[in-house]
């Protein structure tokens, strides 16, 4: 199948669901767990990796019923990702799907699909040198009530290439000693996307990328560490892109341990690495998740559909 080695503990997804890991040849993921309810079987989940991820098989999510539904909710929450390859959604469907689980949170700065105001398009253009979303980050970190998770579906892909990596921010805690992850515990970061949607930056000045409303930006305060909504595990909330210091720190005094935090995460933290297929559903939980795509296709058109779900204020552990 042409597949390379990946770093260590990276684990890549490759339909029908090989693991691959490095050294070592790819295996068949087997069944962790088939959900059952009243003495009947339901979607099929096998683990993408110890901590992070799920795919599911055996479902349509345009039919998924209620206690399907119960058992996605559930493992999305506690993994993380949810990988549903596939499926036929319209955009239509692509929102039905998400507005089973809350409110669609709209982003003002994408491009939406046309007609469908509520479903952002993520695209790359053959011409275009920069993608979105090309470092680790988690989305609408910025917002007061961050959003609970991101569904994207697939709708054209590079002939290869385009691969979206994901990390789950709870693992790493475990290797931090008690008393650091207690003084984390105390803190708050502020989020902000001034920085990356704002007039005159990021964004706004790239011409290979449009977004809308740069005069729309804000920022907002989040425990460092928080207490999981649906769970109430504790995962590290700081990220890459919209995290820019610590609440009563400037700038230069956070950089130290901020930048100590990110590549903490970095490294001591098992990733996924998706390779998509047309049709294929992804969806990743904001509180619990790092995700970013790979930007190795030029040459080649990428277009995703991506549909935000709210979520709540978040906090501390």
Request: charge should be negative.
């Amino acid at each position: 199948m042409g597949l390379e080695p990946v770093p260590h503990g990276t684990v890549t997804v490759v339909p029908p669901c090989l693991l691959l890991h490095a050294g070592e040849p790819a295996t068949l993921i087997t069944a962790a767990h088939i959900g059952t309810a009243d003495g009947r079987t339901l979607v099929r989940l096998e683990p993408l990796s110890d901590v992070v991820g799920s795919i599911v098989r055996d479902v349509d999510l345009r039919t998924i019923d209620e206690a399907e539904l119960q058992l996605l909710d559930r493992t999305w929450a506690e993994r993380g990702l949810l990988v549903v390859p596939g499926q036929e959604l319209s955009p239509d469907d692509h929102l039905a799907f998400a507005r089973r689980f809350a409110e669609v949170d709209v982003n003002r700065f994408f491009t939406p699909v046309p007609g469908h105001p509520e479903v952002a398009e993520v695209r790359k253009e053959p011409d275009q040198i920069t993608n979105i979303g090309g470092g680790w980050h988690t989305d609408h970190s910025y917002d007061p009530a961050p959003a609970r998770g991101s569904i994207l579906v697939a709708r054209e892909l590079p002939p290869e290439g385009g691969d979206t990596e994901f990390l789950h921010t709870g693992e790493v805690l475990s290797s931090l000693s008690d008393a650091f992850v207690d003084h984390l515990r105390g803190m708050r970061a502020v989020h902000s996307n001034h920085h990356v949607f704002g007039v005159g930056a990021g964004y706004d000045d790239n011409t290979d990328i449009q977004f809308n409303n740069h005069d729309q930006t804000g920022e907002a305060v989040h425990p460092v560490v928080l207490r999981h909504p649906d769970t109430g595990a504790e995962s590290l909330y700081v990220n890459t892109a919209f995290t820019t210091h610590f609440e009563g720190w400037t700038v230069a005094e956070s950089k130290p341990l901020f930048e100590q935090l990110l590549q903490t995460i970095v490294d001591r933290s098992t990733t996924v690495r998706l390779r998509w297929e047309p049709g294929m559903v992804a969806m990743w939980d904001n509180r619990n998740t790092w995700h970013k795509a790979h930007n190795d296709y030029h040459g080649h058109r990428r277009v995703m559909h991506r549909v935000t779900v709210a979520g709540v204020e978040l906090s501390a552990a």
